[in-house]
């Protein structure tokens, strides 16, 4: 039973270009939501799609955006990259119950020149 | 910003119990405790989680005072594959999404 996969596992890009992240969650979960880990900090909650909407959203400007298709499956892009985006970004799955744990996969380093 | 107090750092010999402790006076009601765990250059680990009664699995046990206002993770025999940074959180009841802190980062010693 495959885990939360991510890809890709690195990323190079220089400031302005835009990127996208993807992600497969676990064999049966329905929701998906991603977080921002910077060096030495704990991961910030970015925001969470259930059913194709995105329906929590944290503290991020709108050049975070996401996707979920029908699969489940997810995309976080981000445009317009600053230095700042530097960082590790982690996609996490779950059942969209309150009690249900998230699984995380382990994450895309995405380093910005 | 996160609901729980947890300390910085705390030292385990191997082959011993660790128990982690961590505040959340402001708990509500019908909010979890979840305790995740980071290991260097992976995601965060569910280990274990619990409302109101001590919980147990296979990893850990998790100690929840009457009051619900603390909390201990206990890992039974530390191995040095332990050494971790350990988040608790209380998942917030009306959100689903999760905030963490800066977590206790356990160092297993040999």
């Known amino acids: 039973d495959a885990g939360v996969t991510q890809s890709p596992t690195h990323l190079i890009k220089t400031r302005g270009q835009q990127v996208t992240l993807r992600c497969s969650p676990k064999s049966g979960h329905d929701t998906v939501s991603w977080y921002q880990q910077a060096l030495g900090q704990g991961p910030q909650f970015i925001f969470q799609?259930?059913?194709?909407?995105?329906?929590q959203r944290g503290n991020f400007p709108d050049r975070f955006s996401g996707h979920q298709f029908p699969n489940y499956s997810s995309e976080l892009n981000v445009n317009a990259l600053l230095l700042g985006d530097s960082a590790l970004y982690l996609c996490a799955s779950s059942l969209y119950r309150l009690d249900q744990p998230q699984h995380f996969g382990d994450g895309t380093r995405l380093s910005i020149l | 910003d996160a609901k729980t107090t947890q300390p910085t750092s705390m030292d385990c010999a191997e082959g011993r119990a660790a128990n982690l402790p961590c505040n959340h006076s402001?708990?509500?009601?019908?909010?979890?405790v979840y305790w995740y765990r980071q290991i260097h250059s992976q995601g965060p680990q569910y280990i274990i989680h619990g409302l109101k009664n001590n919980e147990t699995n296979e990893m850990a046990s998790l100690i929840i005072t009457e009051d619900r206002k603390s909390s201990t993770l206990i890992l039974p025999h530390a191995t040095l594959r332990d050494t971790a940074v350990y988040y608790c959180?209380?998942?917030?009841?009306?959100?689903?999404?999760?905030?963490f802190g800066k977590g206790t980062r356990l160092h297993i010693l040999p």
């Open positions: 402001t708990i509500s009601g019908n909010e979890y």
């Open positions: 799609y259930y059913e194709e909407e995105e329906r």
């Open positions: 959180i209380v998942r917030v009841a009306v959100d689903d999404k999760i905030i």
